[in-house]
């Protein structure tokens, strides 16, 4: 490509990205030195723009319910960022450092420095993505190596890789090699997007030593050296931090550009500084400020002419960051900005009015065209967002639109319009990590389509694009605490907007103590809310307590998220989330009251949903949407994905991507369930492909599974077939127990169920435990006992679990349901015994998980999928069992069960958490297994007592499970949620554990019960 089409090409890419006031872009050529210049070819380059830090790497990425601020940023967020910076006028930007590895980090923070010649290839994917966009958009990018401070990682953590003090960085030959293996790794690396060396790449400016640096001068020699003699094409800036130019800086034949660092109490002081410090290096070498700040508009604007005037080669204030992949921007309130000052957001918004933000930007713009003799332009209208996918009609997000002021919400019931404006001048900077905008006007009940359009002085944006159907459950009163308007009344309470760090960037809270108390009254029946807190010390529940007439109020259970991540540099506070479903029907009034030192920031809660009654039309839909699920997205996939063609049976591993993983070993569970699945799924619609995976799942656990000579199936092949693990887990002969009999139910195969009968043999001569009931759970391959309850936890004092005794349950329902045999009963009708007086705790209603061999629980923890599984499996097994005594029993328990995860498990998104202790939720993930699990269990307990929540919960649940489970992209269902239906990558596709037994189960079970309530 010749370079006139290359910069047509750049110039297009460009003018699409950020509009048609920017349509140029791309360099011919890298900054160089004339005299005290800058020069870019014959021109001078001068310029004010803004230090942009997290360009490359995220230090504030603070939800409320997550622990890591870092994280990397992606290509929407680069490009937010360097747009914003072309709008304003500006031509460079500078960096933080490259991130080093700390004694203390946690495998979920990215660095870029790993260890001395050790290097994160995901962080550096980040900034070369920083470079691409870049040289799309015409922006050159400063790179300092290494940080003084302790914010990243630095100079004190190249010393720690050898046991050596901070102080030696500066002198010790072995630390300064290190440092010179960065060095030359990111000098020599090649762009993964570009396909260009960093050394030979135009869009950076140049290479700075480092971050505000106290080096003698003979390091900044040495090293200023090492870079020349590595890369001939940019320009090194001392990294030295002064307000006042050293005379060694100066005079250094190998530093090419000199910089200073000002925040002033004084601006007068700082204007006279940088005024001595540019006539030092008149004729000498280019001079320009690196950072400064923290100071009013008017001595910006004095400064900023001083700049103009007198030659600098430019300026660039503290600090700009950008809008964030998940809606709204990324905030850092400044620790020695006076709790004023604030990173600031172009354009400039009513946020940032105790800074001045919007005229202070108006003044950087106007100034970046004033350097370069250029008069400011129009601005362009913004180019349409990016409207994220919407779980609830109260939390809807968008990617926003650089140099946009605001947008406009518009809402239809069917995509094609019409439009209704919902919600207008909307800013997306008023309110840190919170969800941009929430639909109150919403009928409960109906579904709804979404779009956003951007506006600015310029004009209005196109419409973004459409998400929906959108299922309005409840409407959801939200308070910011920005004022106490909201409150039925308060007591004891004053507003905060002070130490917004500490607060993960929150701007507006209720400060209160012991007793203090603030109380909502209820537009409607409450569905549930959500108190968002912060504990400046230790942490005291919060009580929560309603009201039907506002006098006498009755408490009520709420449990808990905790989110501290440790006080880290900021000094943070301990975040906790306070989440209850458990309000009474005629509550009309909600209460909250202080037992310690906190603050709220935040308090959601939902109302109305009783009203949104499914008629059949709705379960109609629930029922379609579920059978398109099974037979497109989860037996589809393993039909077509997951059959080993070369060594028989099915891949025992495979990645989100669906990337094979060569050579995994293959698991009986995975084997058994796929087994089950598809014998269900043909018994369900005869399709032949059903039948015929069923028939090679069999013949795979036949031939290479079945243990010929001692009974029973191996718990783990390798590839080839070949026994890897013999053991002989009940977990997974339960597993084979369930499918064959199931196999037999679709086929009439008598061996099948004869394999059955004696796998139920063999597990009750050798694992039963006589005398206190249930199962021991892990034998070796001839039945002899195993030294450790491997399965359980890896603790041997593990004798007995509930997951085991769970499966065996339903093992032994389907063993029963084929064979009518009266030692089969007695068994099933022992471990419903045994579920309900033993592993139900009467108190909670929930399952204890782990036991000694006398039934005591030996470990305090709550899994909510098992929870809401066990909820329906106990009633399948007593329906089979026949006995009119135990179903009676049983089935007020499972409501009693399904009861207890929805007020204390289910969260308002629909989504299922994993797991707690004392109602402190200390696993919020939500993955796949248990979302299938609820949907049923819901269902299971609506039938069971009519109670409205149970349905509308099971088809919220259905929602979530679609908007953030399922794989649109490569098939199947996500191992868990990572927000907004993005992968985890850390989460495999097929595994031992991971098969289309939970949800293809689920989808079955939820296609039969809405039948049988639609014919109800």
């Known amino acids: 490509m010749t370079r006139g089409a290359l910069a047509i090409t750049i110039a297009l890419a460009f003018a699409i990205s950020v509009g048609p006031a920017w349509a140029e872009s791309g360099f011919e050529n890298f900054v160089t030195c004339s005299g005290d210049k800058l020069m870019a070819g014959e021109r001078e380059l001068r310029f004010v723009s803004f230090n942009i830090p997290n360009l490359h790497y995220v230090e504030d990425n603070m939800p409320f319910d997550q622990t890591n601020a870092w994280r990397l940023p992606d290509e929407f967020e680069i490009t937010d960022a360097l747009c914003s910076i072309r709008q304003m006028g500006g031509q460079v930007v500078r960096l933080y450092t490259l991130s080093v590895r700390k004694p203390d980090d946690n495998r979920a923070v990215p660095r870029h420095v790993l260890g001395p010649g050790k290097f994160n290839e995901d962080a550096f994917r980040a900034l070369d ?15 300092p190596f290494v940080d003084n401070w302790v914010w990243w990682g630095g100079i004190k953590e190249y010393a720690g890789f050898r046991g050596k003090a901070k102080e030696k960085f500066w002198s010790d030959p072995e630390i300064i090699a290190d440092f010179k293996k960065t060095i030359h790794y990111v ?89 001595a410090n540019r006539e030092r290096t008149k004729g000498k070498k280019p001079y320009f400020v690196g950072e400064f700040g923290f100071i009013e508009t008017p001595d910006v604007r004095r400064f900023l002419d001083m700049v103009v005037d007198e030659g600098v080669c430019g300026a660039l204030i503290w600090s700009l960051r950008y809008r964030s992949r998940d809606g709204g921007f990324y905030w850092h309130s400044e620790p020695f900005g006076g709790d004023k000052y604030k990173a600031y957001h172009w354009p400039g918004f009513a946020s940032g009015d105790t800074y001045d933000e919007r005229n202070l930007l108006k003044l950087v713009r ?50 094609d319009g019409p439009w209704k404006v919902v919600g207008k001048d909307i800013s997306d900077a008023e309110l840190p990590y919170r969800p941009l905008f929430n639909d109150k006007s919403v009928d409960v009940g109906e579904t709804y389509y979404y779009r956003v359009k951007a506006r600015n002085s310029a004009g209005t944006s196109k419409a973004s694009n459409i998400v929906g159907p959108v299922r309005a459950h409840q409407v959801t009163l939200v308070d910011e605490m920005i004022d106490y308007s909201l409150m039925q009344s308060h007591g004891g309470l004053s507003l905060d907007t002070k130490s917004t760090r500490k607060a993960k960037e929150d701007m507006n809270r209720v400060a209160g103590s012991r007793g203090s108390f603030l109380t909502y009254k209820l537009g409607a029946q409450g569905d549930f809310c959500r108190v968002f807190c912060f504990f400046p010390g230790e942490v005291s529940a919060m009580s929560f307590s309603a009201s039907a007439g506002g006098e006498t109020f009755a408490p009520i259970s709420a449990s808990s998220i905790h989110y501290y991540g440790g006080e880290g540099e900021y000094g943070y506070w301990k975040p906790v989330l306070y989440q209850s479903r458990a309000i009474p029907d005629k509550a009309k009034f909600l209460k909250v009251e202080f037992t310690t030192e ?32 099974l037979s497109e997205n989860i037996l589809g996939f393993w039909i077509k994905y997951c059959q080993d063609d070369e060594h028989g049976g099915f891949i025992g591993r495979m990645s989100n991507d669906r990337t094979i993983i060569p050579n995994a070993p293959k698991g009986l569970v995975l084997n058994a369930r ?9 018994r369900f619609e005869k399709r032949d492909e059903y039948l015929q995976i069923a028939k ?35 977990y997974g002969q339960s597993f084979v127990v369930y499918a064959l009999c199931e196999y037999y139910l679709t086929t009439g195969d008598s061996e099948a169920l004869d394999k059955a009968k004696k796998l139920f043999r063999l597990i009750e001569t050798n694992c039963h435990d006589a005398a206190n009931k249930g199962y021991f759970e892990t034998f070796s391959r001839d039945w002899s006992p195993a030294d450790r309850a491997r399965l359980a936890t890896g603790d041997e004092a593990e004798k007995k679990t509930m997951n085991t005794h769970l499966h065996l349950l339903e093992a032994y329902t389907n063993l029963y349901r084929v064979w009518k045999d009266e030692k089969v009963k007695q068994r099933l009708a022992e471990l419903i015994e ?5 592993i139900v705790n009467p108190q909670t209603r929930r399952f204890e998980l782990f036991f000694d061999e006398k039934w005591n629980s030996t470990k305090e923890v709550i899994s909510f999928g098992h929870d809401i599984e066990g909820s329906w499996l106990l009633c399948e097994a007593a329906e089979v069992l026949g006995d009119e005594h135990v179903i009676r029993r049983i089935r007020p328990l499972a409501v009693k069960m399904a009861e207890a995860a929805y007020e204390a498990g289910f969260d308002v998104d629909g989504g299922l958490f994993y797991e707690a202790e004392h109602d402190k939720i200390t696993d919020d993930q939500k993955h796949w297994w248990p979302q299938a699990e609820t949907v049923v269990g819901f269902l299971n307990a609506y039938q069971l007592s009519h109670e409205q929540r149970f349905l509308e919960a099971a088809m919220l649940n259905w929602e979530f499970i679609q908007a953030q489970i399922v794989d649109n992209k490569y098939g199947e269902w996500l191992g868990r949620s990572a927000g907004q239906g993005e992968p985890d990558p850390r989460t495999l596709k097929v595994s031992e554990w991971k098969a289309p037994y939970h949800n293809g189960r689920a989808c079955l079970e939820v296609i039969r019960r809405l039948q049988e309530i639609q014919r109800q």
């Open 674 to 682: 796929i087994l089950w699945t598809y014998s269900a799924a043909y």
């Open 366 to 415: 106007e100034k970046a065209f004033a350097i370069q003799r250029r008069r400011s332009p129009k601005p362009a209208a913004p180019n349409a967002p990016t409207l994220l996918p919407i779980a609830d009609v109260s939390a809807i997000s968008w990617q926003g639109s650089a140099g946009a002021t605001s947008y406009t919400v518009e809402r239809s019931k069917t995509p």
């Open 187 to 275: 000098i020599n690396r090649t762009n993964t997007y570009t396909g260009v060396r960093y050394r030979d790449d135009t869009a950076i400016f140049g290479w700075e030593t480092g971050n505000e640096l106290q080096c003698p001068p003979r390091w900044t020699h040495e090293i200023a050296g090492y870079i020349k003699s590595v890369d001939k094409n940019h320009l090194v800036i001392d990294g030295f931090f002064t307000s006042v130019l050293r005379d060694e800086s100066i005079n250094d034949p190998l530093v090419d550009v000199v910089t200073t660092h000002h925040y002033p109490k004084n601006a007068q002081q700082m204007i006279e500084q940088v005024r």
């Open 598 to 629: 906190a603050q709220i920031s935040r308090v959601e809660i939902g109302y109305g949903g009783a009203k949104s009654l499914m008629d059949k039309r709705n379960i109609k839909k629930f029922e379609d949407s579920t059978r398109k699920e």
């Open 834 to 838: 045994v579920f309900a007086t033993r």
């Open 696 to 730: 090679r799942a069999y013949d795979y656990l036949m031939r290479y599974f079945w243990d010929r000579e001692h009974g029973g199936a191996y718990w783990m092949l390798d590839y080839r077939g070949n026994p890897q693990d013999d053991s002989k887990e009940i």
């Open 129 to 143: 993505k920083v470079l691409e966009v870049a040289n799309r958009t015409g922006v050159r990018v400063i790179i």
